[in-house]
């Protein structure tokens, strides 16, 4: 049956719900006749969340959104609560946006009684029981990624790998946390045929819960390193904690693990406990996604490798070996869900630098370019080695110098100094020129490095941002890279703004030919 939504005049559609969200799609009509497939119906919400409707207007989702800043037409609305803010305030502003309808513990003043609601007592546990029900409805493969670093990559890989195999969902961003999770799971189709899911922590006992409501088939774990370690007697609690992410899976599932990693065994042992299946990735000869050769380009990485006793030989638009041996985990993780090894493989020439992560531009100055390397969204000890030895494999244009650029790295504790010390050797291996960094405990790093490696030092980015643009000189190559807290995306939009920017990564499309594609668009990033 077909009914008329009667919002704003502008935003008016007409929609009609079949199946739902038992494994059958609903659709509904959207303004312009664009289709939109449905994921909750009111009657869905209210039935998830131990709801009450506050009125008898049939009405149907065909997204899910906490910020009303970004809430499009036909979205259901979340507000939550914090200490410092009420999303109930901007209720009312959603919907007259075109949010289908939101959940409220609190009707807000000016709506009327009938509005397009659903009553409960605590939002952030219908989020949770929305997240359960999506969940619950789907009846694809579910996989699951955790690890100190690589967490967002890998899932990105992991879409990019499947979605050529069939209707595939992925985490949207870095929405790893405790109301990160059963959004996304909210947002997951029922009748996809993947789903991947980021899980992160920065304390012990945060990953089971988010396990138990994932409850995934199969479970990444990257790496474990000394990341949040402020908060952490050891790195062995760490390898404790990221273990959790077995706790949602039952026997039969899939443990993907890292087999290079000092902490396996670890790992191994807690799998087990669980009675899931052991597949492990690295260079180990034991893997069972091995690495068997490896050629590191500038823009690029080849491989080849042994996925359980199949050699495969791929490229990954992706310069660095932390980026290849995370391939490895993908391409096993396919395998267990049931994919195709050898269609992934050559999908993952499609990948592109996510923004923040390895993301390349080539910024114009007068009388030539400076390439710049957007590391910025975050930063550890391991991560921060694995970007400079991507520094290293960018030859400087003429006259022009590899230049780091550092931030503090957050939540290492009382090792904080040692820790930042331990990059040191790293950046003369990637053969760093010069060393610019901001913070009081980049100033560890900045009084190890060579004497003449030191550029700058500051307090804070805002400060390094100017002394870094007057150093610079065409044929530079500008890697910039610091906690989230350090703000190093202020130093990146710095150097962006000294002049028109032009996108530049992988230009020829060299990686997609060798896995036998397309050359993709020159101005793909």
Not at 292 to 315: E, F, K, N, W
Request: aromatic fraction near 4%.
């Amino acid at each position: 049956m077909m009914r008329r939504w009667h919002g704003r005049p502008s935003q008016r559609f007409d929609f009609g719900v079949t199946g739902g969200r038992d494994g059958h799609p609903g659709w509904c009509w959207k303004w312009g006749g664009e289709m939109a497939e449905v994921l909750w119906t009111a009657d869905d919400v209210a039935a998830a969340c131990n709801g009450r409707r506050a009125g008898t207007a049939a009405w149907a989702a065909t997204g899910v959104s906490i910020d009303s800043r970004s809430v499009a037409v036909g979205d259901l609305f979340i507000p939550l609560k914090g200490p410092n803010f009420d999303g109930h305030a901007f209720v009312a502003q959603s919907l007259e946006k075109g949010a289908a309808g939101a959940i409220v513990a609190d009707i807000p003043a000016g709506l009327e009684q009938d509005a397009r609601l659903v009553k409960v007592e605590d939002t952030m546990a219908a989020l949770e029981d929305l997240g359960r029900m999506g969940r619950l409805n789907a009846s694809g493969k579910v996989i699951a990624v955790t690890g100190s670093v690589g967490k967002t990559g890998t899932k990105e890989a992991l879409k990019v790998a499947l979605e050529s195999q069939g209707k595939t969902f992925a985490t949207l961003g870095s929405l790893n946390n405790h109301w990160g999770v059963p959004l996304s799971l909210s947002r997951f189709p029922a009748d996809s045929r993947f789903g991947v899911f980021e899980l992160g922590m920065n304390h012990a006992g945060e990953i089971g819960p988010l396990s138990r409501m994932v409850r995934p088939d199969v479970a990444i774990i990257t790496t474990v390193e000394a990341v949040h370690i402020e908060f952490f007697p050891s790195v062995e609690a760490i390898a404790d904690a990221k273990a959790e992410i077995f706790e949602g899976m039952g026997p039969g599932g899939t443990a993907v693990l890292p087999r290079d990693n000092p902490h396996y065994s670890r790992l191994l042992a807690a799998a087990r406990t669980q009675g899931l299946h052991i597949l492990s990735f690295g260079a180990d000869a034991a893997a069972d996604g091995r690495l068997l050769a490896l050629d590191l380009l500038p823009d690029s990485s080849h491989l080849q490798a042994r996925i359980d006793g199949v050699d495969v030989t791929y490229a990954i638009p992706l310069p660095g070996r932390h980026h290849a041996i995370n391939s490895l985990a993908v391409l096993l993780a396919v395998k267990a869900a049931g994919g195709d090894v050898a269609i992934a493989a050559a999908s993952l020439a499609n990948l592109s630098p996510i923004k923040g992560r390895g993301q390349r531009s080539t910024v114009a100055l007068p009388g030539g370019t400076l390439t710049l390397i957007d590391e910025s969204y975050n930063a550890s000890p391991v991560s921060v080695k694995a970007a400079a030895g991507v520094l290293g494999q960018v030859p400087p244009g003429a006259g022009g110098r590899r230049i780091a650029v550092l931030g503090d790295m957050r939540e290492l504790g009382e090792q904080s100094p040692e820790l930042h010390v331990s990059v040191a050797p790293a950046l003369v291996a990637g053969h760093c020129d010069l060393l610019y960094c901001c913070g009081p405990n980049m100033r560890h790093l900045f009084d190890a490095v060579p004497a003449a490696m030191r550029g700058a030092h500051a307090a804070d980015s805002a400060a390094l941002a100017p002394l870094l643009a007057a150093a610079l000189r065409p044929g530079d190559v500008v890697m910039v890279k610091g906690s989230a807290g350090s703000r190093m995306a202020t130093v990146v939009d710095a150097v962006k703004a000294m002049a028109n920017k032009i996108d530049k990564f992988d230009p020829q499309g060299t990686a997609a030919t060798l896995n036998g594609g397309e050359p993709r668009d020159k101005n793909a990033v």
